[in-house]
Structures are given as structure tokens and as C-alpha cells.
């Protein structure tokens, strides 16, 4: 009996060995990948040469003439910001517009040219009678989102990320997760542009309503945006439900999680990136507005290292991109809060993710494409990506409306945007490929009837841009009509505006 006894927990001793060791082996190569990772990611400080500026992408160094900060001031601002430009316009110097740079196509640059900061232009006052923000240019969501955080409101439109400027973001006319609305055109009531001459207008869709459509989504080209009256919204609590679906049943999901329920205020869902299964599957990520109980105090990011970490080994290897897509549908359910207040859902830095590193940097791009092409599109884009061997470490998709206010508009109906970031190593042959890339992809969009993003790097053909924009001739006439000296200037529209370009 004894015997048996010492057999049975012999037996149950060498079950509990097996099955720690069986659990050591699992985790142990997710951790050293994740350490590994952690210890490689690096904390690289770009130190430019003087006289030179850059942007987001970390391939634009250009050499200007000089970087102009506008003073915090705003009498002080509008007053020197007109000399500014008469000298430039004596000097025959051209001028770009600067905010957060997060633009990766020289769109804040012109070689030799005085490029003017705005983010010291960062005031702002809510009227909250008629839920209107008044908000300098150069202030930054980060900023905007905890002031109005603090009165009970929140952003309408924005990106995803809290590291934009405003005027940036209307500059190139930005969308995000909000559902069921145009990009952020559409919450702007008016703003005050300096004209190239120096003087100041009122625009909205009242109050030089062509200027006002030109300068949204223009880029810079227009003028100088000094302030905005923005439209705000209530800042509510928000449940999050999640579904991890196969593609072909990513449509059927969203009917029903989101075109048939009520309540459904932000909405996106990522791909699979894993070579060997892409785009199989989905996570599709519903917000619901929760009526009973308070918005959540806004806090900080939480387990940002850990996310980090698993965010930046997925541009180390295919082990890496299956350990991601594993934790974000398998852990990250049973780990992540479900109860969101708005602001919270906006409050992350681009910085967050961004490749730190000497070698590689993170370059984005996006694609507009009607609901009813969007398969064909995903097949041919399925197609392209191997051939290129780009490294893709995320697609995130989104529904836009129709926009009904800049002129160079990328919505002229409603529109799923596939949003996709590759890393790509900081050298000569790397950039030539991803413009290859960036070509073939931009092509299967315009086959679906699509257009691509304009923020972006600079790599399709002018037919390309044609085909996409067909009101850019028009657009860039305009210009000139509103800007006979094109005082204003930057690499867009050096490579796509310009006479002769």
C-alpha cells in the first residue's frame, strides 16, 4: 500500500516536472525574444548638421536658410510673421511651414528656404456655450486633449495619435478612429490665414469659402493658418468589444457589430501580418458608448514597455510578427481594460512605436478604396507585398465618410482606408524599393477606384498623382492665383505643382 502510494505521487511529482518544463519551453522563447528586443532598441539621437532640418521619415536632410520660431504672442506673431515675409519675398527666399513634422514627403521644406515653426503657437480657449475651441495652429493634440479633458470635452476629429500639431493635421486634412464622420474638415468653423501679402482673412464656409477649401488638406501652400475654430464634442465612456474573424467574414462582422447596433462611436480593425497567413484574419475593435457611469480619469499609457517591446520585435522576424498578432489575440483580451473614456483613446504618442534606431526608420503609407472594392484590393495588395519583400509591421483599417469641404479631397464618398507601416533601412537602394512598392500599390488602389495619402513620401509618378487627384491641376492653378510669387513652397509641390515639374 505504501509502495503504491510512493508510485502515485512519483507519478504525480514527475507530471508536475514535465508539464513546468513544458511551460518553460514555451516561455522562454517569447521572453528572450522580448529582452533580446528590449536591450537592441536603441535610443538614437539624430544630430543634424547646422543649417540642416529634417521630418518624420529621417530622409528628407535639407539644407535651408533658416528655421523662424513664430513668438508665443499672438500681436507680436501676426506683426513680425508679415515682416517675415516681406523679407523673404525681398530676399527671394521661399517659405515652408513647419508644426511636428510628422509629414514624410518635405512637405514643411524647400531647399534654401526659411522654414517657419509654429509650435510655439500653442493658445487656446473653450467657449462653452457653443462647444467651440479656439486654438492656435502650433498647439499639439497632446496638449488640447488634457485642457479639454479637464472641462468634460474631447476632440471630434484627429489622428490616432496625440503628437500632431493642428495645424498640421488640418493642413492635411486628418482622419482617424471616429466612425461615421468626414475627416476633421469637417469640425473646422473657420480659421484666420495670413495671406502671402501679409494680411489677414477670416476663412469658413461662409467667409472666403474657396480659400477656405483650398487651405484644408493644402499643405502649406495657401498661407499661413494662425488659429482654428474646432467643434468639440463631449468626452463620454466608451466599452470596448473585440472580434477576431477570418477576412471573408470581416465584412459580414462589421454589419453586424456596427452598421446594425446603435452606440457605436470609434471604430478600427487590424490585420494579420504573419507572411505565411496575411491577411487571413482580422481584429476588429468596436468603442460603444456607455451612457450609465463617468468617463475614466485620463491617465498615462499603462505596460508601455512591455508593448513596445513586442510592437518593435515584430520588425526583427516572422517569429516576432506571430508572437504579436498571438498577444493581441490571445492575451491581450483577458489582459486590457474594456472601459475607455474618449480622451484616453486619443492620448498616445506617436513616439509610443517609432523606430528609435540609427539604421532603419518607420515609413508610412495609406490607401483610400470604396467598401464595395475593398476585396479585390486586399487580393492584388496580398500579391504585391512578397514580390517587394517589404517589412510591413502593421495594417490598421478605417472607415472615412464623404468630405465635403477641401478641395483636394481624397474622400469623394465613403471610403476604408488601409493604413500601413514598413520599416525600411535608411539607405539608397531601400528607398528606391519602397518606391517601387509604393507604385504597385498605388496602382491597385486606383484599379479599385481608389486614391492614395498625400502626407507621404514623394514616390508616385505625376500620372499617378493625376489619376488619383484629377482636381489637382485645378488645385495648383489656384495656387498660383492666390500666390502669384509661390512664396510659399515646399517638396510637394516642387514634385507635383510646380510649372514644369
Given at each position: ?8 505521487w512519483?507519478r ?14 514555451l516561455?522562454?522563447r ?111 493634440w497632446?496638449?488640447?486633449i ?27 486634412n ?13 469640425t ?10 501679409g ?97 475614466p480619469?485620463?491617465a ?6 512591455l ?18 498578432w ?7 483580451p ?12 486619443l ?7 517609432q ?56 474622400a ?90
Open positions: 500500500m505504501i509502495a503504491g502510494s510512493k508510485r502515485k512519483r504525480i511529482l514527475v507530471g508536475m516536472l514535465i508539464a513546468i518544463g513544458c511551460i518553460a519551453i516561455v522562454a517569447p521572453a528572450f525574444h522580448l529582452i533580446r528586443t528590449s536591450l537592441h532598441d536603441e535610443v538614437y539621437v539624430e544630430v543634424l548638421p547646422p543649417g540642416f532640418v529634417d521630418d518624420a521619415s529621417r530622409l528628407n536632410q535639407t539644407q535651408i536658410a533658416e528655421v523662424w520660431s513664430v513668438p508665443e504672442d499672438a500681436e507680436a506673431a501676426e506683426s513680425q510673421l508679415s515682416d517675415l515675409l516681406t523679407r523673404a519675398r525681398n530676399d527671394k527666399k521661399k517659405v515652408s511651414i513647419a508644426g511636428a513634422r510628422h509629414s514624410m514627403g518635405g512637405h514643411t521644406v524647400y531647399p534654401g528656404g526659411i522654414v517657419i515653426d509654429m509650435l510655439p503657437f500653442n493658445h487656446m480657449e473653450l467657449d462653452e456655450s457653443s462647444g467651440m475651441l479656439r486654438v492656435g495652429a502650433g498647439a499639439l497632446s496638449e488640447i488634457p485642457y479639454l479633458d479637464r472641462r468634460g470635452r474631447s476632440v471630434a476629429v484627429m489622428q490616432s495619435n496625440n503628437s500632431f500639431s493642428v495645424g498640421g493635421s488640418i493642413s492635411v486628418c482622419h482617424g478612429w471616429v466612425y461615421d464622420r468626414p475627416p476633421i474638415a469637417s473646422v468653423e473657420s480659421f484666420r490665414l495670413m495671406k502671402p501679402d494680411m489677414i482673412v477670416r476663412c469658413s464656409r461662409q467667409e472666403n469659402p474657396e480659400l477656405f477649401s483650398l487651405a484644408l488638406g493644402g499643405y502649406g501652400l495657401f498661407g499661413i493658418i494662425l488659429d482654428v475654430e474646432l467643434r468639440v464634442v463631449p468626452n463620454e465612456r466608451y466599452r470596448l468589444e473585440q472580434f477576431v474573424v477570418q477576412v471573408d467574414q470581416s465584412l459580414e462582422t462589421f454589419e453586424r457589430t456596427v452598421l446594425e447596433k446603435a452606440g457605436v462611436h470609434m471604430v478600427y480593425a487590424r490585420m494579420n501580418i504573419v507572411p505565411d497567413r496575411l491577411f487571413e484574419e482580422i481584429i476588429l475593435n468596436v468603442f460603444y458608448h456607455e451612457p450609465d457611469g463617468e468617463p480619469a485620463l498615462a499609457s499603462g505596460m508601455v514597455e508593448r513596445r517591446a513586442i510592437f518593435r520585435g515584430s520588425a526583427e522576424s516572422d517569429y516576432g510578427k506571430e508572437l504579436r498571438n498577444a493581441e489575440t490571445r492575451l491581450q483577458f489582459l486590457s481594460k474594456k472601459i475607455f473614456s474618449r480622451n484616453q483613446l492620448n498616445e504618442g506617436a513616439e509610443t512605436f523606430d528609435r534606431s540609427a539604421a532603419t526608420t518607420d515609413i508610412l503609407h495609406e490607401y483610400f478604396v470604396p467598401p464595395d472594392r475593398v476585396g479585390g484590393f486586399v487580393e492584388q495588395v496580398r500579391a504585391i507585398l512578397p514580390r517587394h519583400r517589404g517589412n510591413l509591421l502593421n495594417v490598421t483599417v478605417r472607415s472615412v465618410n464623404a468630405d465635403e469641404d477641401s478641395f483636394l479631397r481624397y469623394d464618398q465613403r471610403m476604408f482606408s488601409f493604413v500601413m507601416l514598413f520599416s525600411q533601412p535608411r539607405k539608397e537602394a531601400a528607398e528606391h524599393e519602397m518606391a517601387r512598392l509604393s507604385r504597385d500599390l498605388i496602382d491597385a488602389a486606383l484599379k479599385n477606384g481608389g486614391r492614395y495619402y498625400l502626407p507621404y513620401r514623394l514616390h508616385a509618378t505625376r500620372d499617378q498623382f493625376d489619376k488619383a487627384y484629377p482636381q489637382g491641376r485645378e488645385f495648383f492653378e489656384l495656387k498660383r492665383k492666390y500666390d502669384p510669387d509661390e512664396l510659399f513652397q515646399n517638396q510637394f509641390y516642387v514634385r507635383y505643382g510646380r510649372r514644369g515639374a
